[in-house]
C-alpha cells in the first residue's frame, strides 16, 4: 500500500476510513489548510477516491489493512461509524490517535448506549426500554401507549433498522433474532431498543466541532425536513426559532459533546415537542452522529466555516474557525437519484437557470432514492430559497422538466 506524498512544511497527513461523500468533501478545506488527505477506500470508484490523491483500497473490517494504511496518517478518522471494535482497538495499540476515539464513537454505533448516556447526562430524551422478549415489549408498549418505535441498536441509518410498531407481532422477527443473537453473540445479544412514538412539531438538529484540548463551537440550530425517512432540505437557522430555545438546544448539544469528549463534528438531530405542563416548545434527543452530518451541509456555503472545515481543524487540535452564518438564510435540498442515469446535461441546464445556486454532486451512479448530492441557496428570503433549491433539485432528479 503506497503512502500519500506529504506536503512540505511539517504539515500533517489526515487519514479518512470511507470514501464516500463525507470524506469527498473534506478534500477542498484540507487544500486550503494544506493539509493531505489519506482515505481508506471501499472501491476505486468510491465518492471521495475520485478526487482525493491517495485513496488506496481495502477492506475497513480488516485488521491489517488498516494498520498498514494508518502507518502513513498522523490522526485517523472516520466517514462512517461501521468501523468494527477490533480494528479500532488495533489501532490504539498502534498509538494512531482516533478521532472520535472509540470510546466516544460507540455511543453513535449503539442506540442503546447511546441512551443510557444521554438520560445520565440529562438532556431529554424520549422514554425508552431495552427490550429482549415480547413480554418486555408488550408491558413497554402498554406503559407508553402503542404504537411504540423499535429500534435495532447497530447498523441502522436513513431509516433503516427502524420500525413504528403497533403490537408485538410486528417486531416479532427481531425479538426472535435477538434471542439467538443472545446465546451467540451477536448483533443484537442486548435486545431491542424500544422508544415511545414522539408526537413532535418538527425536526431540528444542532452541529458541534469540539477539538482534543476542549475548545468547542456550534453552528445555527437548523430545520431539517425528512420524507420516508430521508432527510430531503435543511434550513439554516431553524424559522421561527426563540433565543431562549436555540440558546437550550445548543447548550444540551455542547453538554453533550464535552461529557462524551467527543472530538471532530458531531450531529445531535432532535425533535421539537411541546411541553407537557406548559404547552411551550422543548425537545428531545433523536440520534447521534459523530462525524460530518448532512443536516450540515449548508455550512460549505452558508457560514464562514463549513462542517468539513471545522471537522479537519478539531481533529488537528488547531484553532477553529467561525461558524457564523454568511447570509440570512441558507437552504439545503438534497438531490435523489431519479430517472437521469447521466446527469452531465441537466447538471448544465440547472446550473444556466439558477447561477447563485451552489450545487454539490458526489460522483455516485444514479439509482432511485440514492443522495447523490445537494444543492445550496443563501439569501434574504427563505420562501424563494426554499423554491429555488427544490426546483434544483426536482429538475437533477427528473421530477420537474422546466
Not at 442506540?111 to 438520560?119: F, N, T, V
Request: charge should be negative; charged fraction near 20%.
Amino acid at each position: 500500500m503506497t503512502s500519500p506524498q506529504r506536503a512540505p512544511g511539517g504539515f500533517p497527513v489526515v487519514g479518512i476510513i470511507g470514501g464516500g461523500q463525507l470524506a469527498r468533501m473534506c478534500q477542498p478545506p484540507a487544500v486550503g489548510l494544506a493539509v493531505t488527505l489519506s482515505v481508506l477506500a471501499e472501491t476505486p470508484d468510491a465518492s471521495a477516491a475520485l478526487v482525493v490523491p491517495s485513496a488506496p483500497v481495502g477492506d475497513y473490517t480488516d485488521v491489517e489493512t488498516v494498520r498498514e494504511w494508518a502507518r502513513s496518517c498522523d490522526v485517523v478518522t472516520f466517514d462512517h461509524e461501521h468501523v468494527p471494535a477490533p480494528v479500532l482497538a488495533a489501532l490504539e495499540a498502534d498509538g494512531v490517535p482516533l478521532h472520535p476515539s472509540p470510546a466516544a464513537l460507540v455511543f453513535a454505533q449503539d442506540k442503546l448506549a447511546m441512551r443510557r448516556r444521554l438520560s445520565e447526562v440529562g438532556v431529554g430524551c424520549p422514554r425508552w426500554a431495552a427490550v429482549r422478549t415480547a413480554e418486555e415489549l408488550k408491558a413497554f408498549g402498554e406503559d407508553v401507549g402503542w404504537p411504540v418505535v423499535v429500534k435495532t441498536p447497530r447498523g441502522g441509518y436513513d431509516g433503516k433498522g427502524v420500525r413504528v410498531v403497533g403490537s408485538v407481532d410486528e417486531a416479532a422477527d427481531w425479538l426472535e433474532a435477538s434471542a439467538r443473537d443472545a446465546a451467540s453473540g451477536g448483533p443484537l445479544a442486548e435486545g431491542l431498543l424500544a422508544e415511545e412514538k414522539v408526537e413532535f412539531t418538527r425536526e431540528l438538529a444542532v452541529l458541534v466541532a469540539r477539538s482534543p484540548s476542549g475548545q468547542a463551537a456550534t453552528w445555527p440550530v437548523v430545520e431539517t425536513v425528512q420524507v420516508d425517512g430521508i432527510c430531503t432540505e435543511v434550513l439554516a437557522p431553524a424559522p421561527g426559532m426563540s433565543d431562549d430555545l436555540s440558546a437550550e438546544l445548543t447548550e444540551a448539544a455542547l453538554r453533550v459533546a464535552g461529557a462524551l469528549e467527543v472530538t471532530g463534528v458531531m450531529a445531535v438531530e432532535m425533535f421539537e415537542v411541546s411541553h407537557p405542563h406548559t404547552g411551550e416548545p422543548d425537545y428531545v434527543v433523536n440520534e447521534l452522529a459523530m462525524r460530518p452530518h448532512n443536516s450540515g451541509h449548508w455550512s460549505i456555503d452558508g457560514a464562514v466555516t463549513s462542517q468539513f472545515e471545522n471537522h479537519l481543524r478539531a481533529v488537528l487540535d488547531l484553532p477553529l474557525g467561525s461558524t457564523a452564518p454568511r447570509a440570512p438564510w441558507t437552504v439545503m435540498a438534497n438531490v435523489l437519484g431519479g430517472d437521469y442515469p447521466e446527469l452531465y446535461p441537466a447538471y448544465r441546464h440547472i446550473m444556466a437557470r439558477d447561477p447563485g445556486a451552489r450545487f454539490h454532486l458526489y460522483g455516485k451512479g444514479v439509482r432511485p432514492g440514492r443522495k447523490i448530492g445537494h444543492v445550496n441557496v443563501s439569501g434574504d428570503d427563505l420562501a424563494d430559497l426554499r423554491e429555488r433549491a427544490g426546483h434544483a433539485a426536482d429538475y437533477l432528479r427528473g421530477v420537474v422538466t422546466e
